[in-house]
DNA sequence: ATCGGTACCTGCACGC
DNA sequence: TGCGTGCAGGTACCGA
């Protein structure tokens, strides 16, 4: 489900929690935990106050009053749901106070939650936020890297929060091929992928993000950027600019869709 | 220090 | 109907 804006939107559906209690704590699938052990962290979450929930790359964090941080990553599958009965994929039921549950579905179980007294180090040492991050510090990152663009830019410690989707679709609008190299982007070319990435991330935030299969924000709604997607899964059929196919290669163990016209290496 | 390749899971669409 | 294959928004870890 989850890259940059559907976290966005997750994180900001989420917002009628802040200030709520957390009674208590349930876990199921143990996996999710990555090996954490479920009761300790049930008696780290209950009785605390939700000071803040924000983003952070592709992670949730969810501050706890004077208590340190939930931290979640949905993975590919995962959903965070207010309400609704728990499935055969729920592996974390929080109860709230006001009659509030918050669950943690995934079916994957790619996703994991985790109790931390401070950021864990795997947050800690992500690259910057792509919607922040200046121009000349892009640009002169760029230059370091000899690998290719689309595997950078799916490199959580060069920016944080895109993911596969975003990517290809930066990628078309900067006119940019998957596979160029990062440190021969410069100048006009790093410029144009710099802008296309802001532009892409800031329409799809503002459409909810992209509803591939079942992505849903924590109210049950879908986003609909799915239907702006320019290069995303649309293998074989014609590019919006030029009528060319789309075509795909994999990169870095991913699918790349790019129209072979319009991205030059 | 940086790369690419592999592993981890479940579900779905497709062809036979 | 059922089975095998390939594919899917993710990251961690390994060895070169």
Same mark, same amino acid.
């Given at each position: 489900?989850?890259?940059?804006?559907?976290?966005?939107?997750?994180?900001?559906?989420?917002? *009628?929690?802040?200030?709520?209690?957390?009674?208590?704590?349930?876990?199921?699938? #143990?996996?999710?935990?990555?090996?954490?052990?479920?009761?300790?962290?049930?008696?780290?979450?209950?009785?605390?106050?939700?000071?803040?929930?924000?983003?952070?790359?592709?992670?949730?964090?969810?501050?706890?009053?004077?208590?340190?941080?939930?931290?979640?990553?949905?993975?590919?599958?995962?959903?965070?749901?207010?309400?609704? *009965?728990?499935?055969?994929?729920?592996?974390?039921?929080?109860?709230?106070?006001?009659?509030?549950?918050?669950? &943690?579905?995934?079916?994957?179980?790619?996703?994991?939650?985790? &109790?931390?007294?401070?950021?864990?180090?795997?947050?800690?040492?992500?690259?910057?936020?792509?919607?922040?991050?200046?121009?000349?510090?892009?640009?002169?990152?760029?230059?370091?890297?000899?690998?290719?663009?689309?595997?950078? #830019?799916?490199?959580?410690?060069?920016?944080?929060?895109?993911?596969?989707? &975003?990517?290809?679709?930066?990628?078309?609008?900067?006119?940019?091929?998957? #596979?160029?190299?990062?440190?021969?982007?410069?100048?006009?070319?790093?410029?144009?992928?710099?802008?296309?990435?802001?532009?892409?991330?800031?329409?799809?935030?503002?459409?909810?993000?992209? /509803?591939?299969?079942? &992505?849903?924000?924590?109210?049950?709604?879908?986003?609909?950027?799915?239907?702006?997607?320019?290069?995303?899964?649309?293998?074989?059929?014609?590019?919006?600019?030029?009528?060319?196919?789309?075509?795909?290669?994999?990169?870095?163990?991913? /699918?790349?869709?790019?129209?072979?016209?319009?991205?030059?290496?």
């Amino acid at each position: 489900m989850p890259e940059l804006p559907e976290v966005e939107t997750v994180a900001r559906s989420l917002a *009628p929690l802040v200030g709520r209690r957390i009674l208590s704590a349930e876990f199921r699938g #143990l996996r999710v935990l990555r090996g954490a052990d479920p009761d300790r962290m049930a008696a780290s979450l209950q009785g605390h106050r939700i000071a803040a929930i924000q983003r952070y790359g592709k992670f949730i964090l969810v501050s706890l009053q004077g208590a340190g941080y939930l931290v979640i990553h949905l993975g590919m599958t995962g959903r965070v749901l207010l309400g609704g *009965p728990p499935g055969k994929h729920t592996h974390a039921i929080l109860t709230l106070d006001r009659g509030g549950v918050l669950l &943690y579905d995934d079916s994957r179980q790619f996703g994991c939650l985790q &109790y931390s007294r401070e950021l864990p180090q795997r947050v800690q040492k992500l690259g910057p936020e792509p919607l922040e991050v200046p121009f000349p510090e892009f640009e002169a990152a760029l230059s370091k890297r000899k690998t290719r663009i689309k595997s950078l #830019l799916l490199n959580q410690s060069f920016l944080r929060g895109i993911g596969n989707i &975003y990517a290809d679709e930066s990628l078309f609008r900067a006119g940019l091929h998957p #596979l160029a190299l990062a440190c021969r982007i410069r100048g006009d070319r790093a410029r144009r992928l710099h802008r296309a990435i802001t532009a892409v991330l800031t329409e799809a935030i503002a459409a909810g993000g992209s /509803s591939i299969s079942d &992505y849903v924000d924590a109210q049950g709604r879908k986003g609909f950027f799915q239907l702006s997607h320019r290069v995303y899964q649309r293998t074989g059929e014609p590019c919006v600019d030029c009528g060319a196919p789309i075509r795909r290669v994999i990169v870095a163990q991913r /699918s790349s869709h790019f129209c072979p016209k319009c991205q030059k290496r």
